[in-house]
């Protein structure tokens, strides 16, 4: 018989007598084995070398040997261990209910959970507050800081940092954390349970540390080349899967051990307030006082408050959304629950101007709950200036035969946005003229031989004419009068407040004549030049209209002739 068959039934013999010592061997038995309970199958001893030779052929006789005699200790040592007397039954129970607590807590793992969490704060200060967390770290034996993004001191820029702590202080950094901002913007919480995938890794790893020991108990007692290479390649591949695992348990154990927190520094907002002065606004009228409010931030801001001053001049109307007029400080508030981060809203109120004359101030200032940044932004100042621009115009004749009445006709405005209060409108009067009589309150100072027209107030934007007559005395010459509009106050622009004309006295002889002379008035002279002008421009629209089609049908006319001679030319000439 070869001898590998012969190594083949001692493994079996071994294999049946370690089974027959146990109490389990499969033939016969008394009672007492009958009786006894069946105890658990031991693991399968390695295949002996007949066998493992005979199925595979990839390992020799004598590697196969060395692990079918390892089988065969194995079986020995499960033979003894079965073969101790059993304890009785009434000291089983009583050592199995003492330890039944400290083998359930044995047999339970340990649980392992991944903490973290995210801390949004505002701080005044991105330097300090980086400096702060560098410091709480420090008085933490095991805690550091894992990575820091520190921005620009830029309202809009959120800084971040990762604090790594150990797992049992992570409701203590999560505190102090909190204390190093002025307000908490957000904190999120977390925690994934990790317990299960901890253990089966771990279970993993220890079964191929336990295979890697096998392969090298093997490689110990490889005979040849082939299979010392085979086991090294076995080696590098479980050896692989080892550093894997461990990889994998060290992370989760760093995950588990150490909580990750992450700080987000938000800067305190930038809150703005901004104002224009209005456009197109006058006195007695009713005009909107815009403001515009914006968070150049990364944090909403809370419980913001708009308070616009008023001038005294002012009388409040209406405001927009959330406005009410507070009659004690005459102002305008808006009380705004939220302004969202890097938004702009606008609100405005709108008032009539019925003040004096004199420039009106309003003030608006805003507040916030919290810390913000800048606060000399936090108020915006408007000045709304008055102003008066009077003007006057006069018409009235070029000339005049002596002895007869010439009329005056003045008007005059106020183009200003403010009130133009003690207006005096002057007219003096030449030698030679007389005084007949004057419309609109004018009265006639004789002493300087001025008429005078006297208004307590002219409105913004208004006007008024008035009316004088006055007698020719004097034939020879030109008379010259003056006119002028001045008030309490300064004008704008006074190059407009005085206007002079020229009379011409004509003998009675001419009086029926149209004359334009010296005396005519320079907007006399343009109107007569734009006469002129009108005259010669409507004569070419009357040539252009009218005559051009004539002579278009003309120029067609006398083009069809000259061809009608040339074709009877052309026959007479080849005869």
Avoid at 121 to 143: C, K, S, T
Avoid at 154 to 181: C, H, Y
Wanted: glycine content about 8%.
């Amino acid at each position: 018989m070869p001898k590998r068959y012969l190594m083949l039934v001692a493994a079996l013999v071994v294999g049946a007598l370690g089974l027959a010592a146990c109490g389990e061997f499969p033939f016969g038995g008394g009672d007492e084995s009958a009786d006894r309970p069946m105890a658990a199958p031991a693991m399968a001893p390695e295949a002996p070398a007949a066998m493992v030779e005979s199925e595979t052929g990839r390992m020799s006789r004598e590697t196969a040997t060395a692990m079918g005699m390892a089988a065969e200790r194995a079986v020995v040592r499960v033979a003894e261990a079965s073969a101790a007397p059993a304890a009785p039954a009434a000291a089983k129970v009583q050592v199995e209910s003492e330890s039944q607590q400290s083998i359930a807590d044995a047999a339970a793992p340990q649980r392992r959970v991944i903490r973290d969490a995210t801390i949004g704060i505002v701080v005044g200060d991105i330097a300090a507050a980086v400096r702060g967390l560098q410091a709480l770290v420090d008085g933490i034996p095991g805690a550091f800081v894992a990575s820091a993004d520190v921005r620009d001191d830029d309202p809009r820029s959120i800084s971040t940092v990762t604090l790594r702590a150990p797992v049992e202080r992570f409701d203590e950094v999560r505190g102090l954390v909190r204390e190093q901002g002025s307000e908490v913007v957000n904190e999120e919480v977390g925690g994934r349970d990790v317990t299960a995938e901890f253990t089966d890794l771990e279970a993993r790893l220890r079964t191929a540390e336990a295979t890697e020991r096998q392969l090298l108990d093997i490689l110990a007692t490889a005979q040849t080349v082939s299979d010392t290479l085979e086991v090294q390649r076995e080696l590098l591949e479980v050896r692989s899967r080892i550093e894997v695992l461990q990889g994998q348990l060290n992370l989760l154990s760093n995950q588990t051990d150490l909580a990750t927190i992450t700080v987000r520094l938000h800067p305190a907002p930038d809150l703005r307030i901004e104002r224009l002065s209005p456009e197109g606004y006058a006195m007695h009228g009713s005009t909107e006082m815009p403001i515009t409010i914006a968070n150049h931030g990364t944090v909403d801001l809370r419980d913001v408050v708009v308070r616009d001053a008023l001038a005294p001049g002012m009388v409040f109307e209406w405001a927009s959304s959330q406005g009410v007029y507070e009659a004690s400080t005459h102002s305008v508030v808006w009380e705004i629950d939220r302004v969202e981060a890097n938004t702009s809203r606008d609100v405005w109120s709108r008032v009539r101007l019925e003040g004096d004359g004199s420039p009106m101030e309003v003030t608006a200032t805003i507040t916030a709950q919290g810390v913000v940044r800048e606060p000399d932004e936090d108020r915006a100042e408007a000045t709304l200036p008055f102003h008066v621009d009077l003007s006057v115009f006069k018409e009235g004749e070029a000339s005049v035969p002596v002895g007869r009445d010439v009329s005056y006709y003045i008007n005059f405005h106020n183009r200003g946005n403010g009130d133009a209060r003690e207006v005096r409108l002057t007219e003096r009067l030449p030698e030679g003229m007389t005084f007949v009589r004057a419309e609109g309150g004018g009265r006639y100072d004789e002493a300087a031989r001025t008429v005078v027209w006297e208004f307590p107030r002219m409105a913004p934007d208004s006007g008024q004419g008035v009316f004088y007559e006055a007698r020719v005395e004097r034939s020879e010459g030109r008379f010259e009068t003056e006119t002028a509009i001045e008030f309490a106050g300064e004008d704008r622009a006074e190059v407009d407040n005085r206007v002079v004309t020229f009379l011409t006295a004509l003998p009675e002889d001419v009086a029926d004549r149209e004359v334009f002379g010296p005396g005519s008035t320079a907007r006399d002279a343009v109107g007569l030049l734009l006469d002129v002008l009108r005259f010669l421009a409507n004569a070419a629209i009357v040539l252009v209209i009218v005559a051009g089609p004539f002579a278009v049908v003309g120029v067609l006319v006398w083009r069809g002739v000259r061809a009608i001679k040339r074709r009877r030319a052309r026959p007479e000439a080849d005869a």
